[in-house]
């Protein structure tokens, strides 16, 4: 595998609405991620994502882009950003935007101009068809429910629109619109970005016959994912979107990507593959329903464990995955990963541990840093997100009762990733003197940054140690490089893997004990040495190591042991 500047970097996702705001507005803002620059410095990381900070109407948090090139002005201005770019850079950090080119928003120019004129040029930086037999083209459901076009005003066209009626998906096969979509992304790096988030980019490609499909819902209609699917030849567009904009820049790209085709890995993110790298979503994809949240599953541990083990083994032949727990669309990772006697400090540093520790560039999320956990709502009209009022209806139809429907978007809900940083206890958890835009999770008098600092055994203070071991002169070479093999998959609860230098003379053993009692692991030697360790217990567990060749780990421990 080639190296790259970025293989050995630990980055971070900022979602801005949340994460700082300055102006008591209710809003994050760009000032507010800059004035927790060194925070983030502070605490081990190199590269930071921003969700979408472009001018938006909001409708889908920012994911719906009204205009490319001019910053939301809930979040600022482009003097502030290009500040935010050059405080970076003296911190030797590094900033992605994020690259939402599937669909803009129906306020943008270009859509507002094909509506005036339904045939004209604008028209065809769309899907635009006409519909069958007086009805929609064909039978999608569109990511967020419902049908997936929508009339165009008085014609008998219907645009297209995977995600919301607002989110008119754009038309890839388009030249003049591929251009006007490199030229932006171009200008942005001319800024001095290291690169982009790519937002659901598999679904740029569109089978233009639009087929319909069996249905698979009570609504008669079928899963848009379905044509994404089925349709061949996204690659094309990828090495066009690469060859045009980001080669020329030696760019970091992360992908978002769903429903890839299996035997496709190698070519989105092999050495010469379209993105640099792409999230292993593997263990999210298993827990989600086939039909929607009201039966997304309850992973077991060990389906959990032994998908993220499979992943790793198949991804390290091939390219450098981008791990996570959680992001802007998902649960929280420690509701959702920790069982039930693991959901406390002892839990989540463990499940750091695990996570960070693997092959791959780690992506922490906004809150992960100190635990943030889910929000119990009691309402569905306390919820902000799109597609947690659709999931609610849905479990609604299927015939689950307000409760279960609530518990489903307690669940799963992405309002759960998406309530307010919190800071410190004080007034707006620090996170804003006016009214969060969105309520804050009650547990921030327990759970914040402010307390965690002060406290040498906290989640934060334990991350900080583990990003830093894990960039440490020393062990960064391993943990970048080495090889990924699990261990002892025959316990029940145990979580451990070994990562083992390229010449095989170094080899670190990562556990941790997700089981309920207390187990044993015998070790290949007894020379081995704790390098970080989430009790107080090193010096007895080294001792137990030296003496007895074997660790024994209390429930929730977890310890990476420098073996030979
Ligand atoms: O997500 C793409 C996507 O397909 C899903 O994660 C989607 O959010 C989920 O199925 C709905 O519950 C990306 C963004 O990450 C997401 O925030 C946006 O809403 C979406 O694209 C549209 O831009
Ligand atoms: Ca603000």
Known sequence: MKKKW??????????????????????????GIISKLDYLKNLGIDIIWL????????????????????????????????????????????VLMDLVVNHCSDKHEWFQKALED?????????????????????????YFG??????????????????????????????????????????????????????????????????????????????????VEEVQGVGEYLEDIKKNTFAKYD??????????????????????????????????VLAQ?????????????????????????RMQSIGFPANIIENHDEPRGASRFLPEHAQNEEGKKMLATTSVLLYGIPFIYQGQEIGMTNCRRNDISEYDDISTKDQYQEALAAGCSREQALECCYENSRDNARTPMQWSRGKGAGFS????????????????????????????????????????????????YGKFVPAYEDQDGIFAFYRISEDEKEKILVTANYGKEACTLRLESRTGKILLSNTGAEDARDNEIRREGTITLESCETAVILLG
């Not at 635009?128 to 459901?141: I, T, W």
């Not at 329903?289 to 499979?310: M, P, Q």
Request: aromatic content about 16%; hydrophobic content about 35%.
């Open 433 to 480: 003197d006016g009214t969060p835009w969105i309520a804050l999770n009650p547990n921030y008098e327990q759970i914040n940054v402010e307390e965690q600092e002060s406290r040498p055994d906290s989640v934060l203070s334990y991350y900080k140690k583990l990003l830093a071991l894990k960039k440490s002169p020393a062990y960064k070479e391993i943990f970048t």
């Open 146 to 227: 419902g049908s997936a076009w929508e009339p165009v005003p008085g014609t008998d066209l219907y645009y297209l629109h995977m995600f919301a009626k607002e989110q008119p998906d754009l038309n890839w096969e388009n030249p003049e619109l591929r251009k006007e979509i490199y030229k932006m992304i171009n200008w942005w790096m001319d800024k001095g970005l290291a690169g982009f988030r790519i937002d659901a980019i598999i679904n740029i490609k569109k089978d233009l016959s639009f087929p319909s499909f069996e249905p698979d819902g009570p609504d008669g209609l079928a899963s848009c994912v379905k044509m």
């Open 251 to 284: 760019a970091f790209t992360v992908a978002e990507v769903f429903n890839m085709k299996d035997d496709e890995l190698a070519e989105f993110i092999g050495d010469d593959g379209h993105f640099s790298t792409m999230f292993d979503f593997s263990a999210h």
């Open 6 to 31: 970025w293989h050995d970097k630990v980055a971070y996702q900022i979602y801005p609405k949340s994460f700082l705001d300055t102006n008591g507005d209710g809003i994050g803002d760009l000032k």
């Open 289 to 313: 329903g086939e039909n929607g949240w009201y039966n997304s599953r309850k992973l077991s541990f060990i389906e959990w464990r032994d998908t993220v083990f499979a992943s790793q083994k």
């Open 51 to 94: 969700s979408p900070i472009y001018q938006s109407p909001f409708v889908d948090q920012g994911y719906d882009i009204s205009d490319y090139y001019k910053i939301a002005e809930e979040f600022g201005t482009m003097e502030e950003f290009d500040e935010l770019l050059a405080e970076t850079k003296k911190r030797g950090m590094y």
């Open 118 to 142: 339904p045939y004209g040029k604008y028209a065809g930086y769309f899907h635009f068809v006409k519909g069958k037999d007086g009805k929609e083209p064909s039978n999608y459901r569109s």
